[in-house]
């Protein structure tokens, strides 16, 4: 079912305004061992390195 001209206008201006890209360059083994983890535990590349990134930032809050 493709997506209506006013539902892409919306995601859009949902992604300008609420979400930041951050590029990410690893080598293409590293991708693969990311993938093969982030499949490990049912989740996306993407989801995996959130998480992971999550996970570091309450870990060194705690730290201080």
Known sequence: MPLSEQRKEYLY???KTKLK?????????KY???KEAASLHGESVN?????AIDQRMERESNDK
Not at 23 to 28: A, G, I, N, S
Request: glycine residues 4%; negative net charge; aromatic residues 10%.
């Open 13 to 15: 201006e949902y992604q």
């Open 21 to 29: 890209r951050i590029p990410l360059d690893v080598q293409k083994e």
């Open 32 to 34: 693969d061992e990311i």
């Open 47 to 51: 989801g995996y390195i959130k998480k």
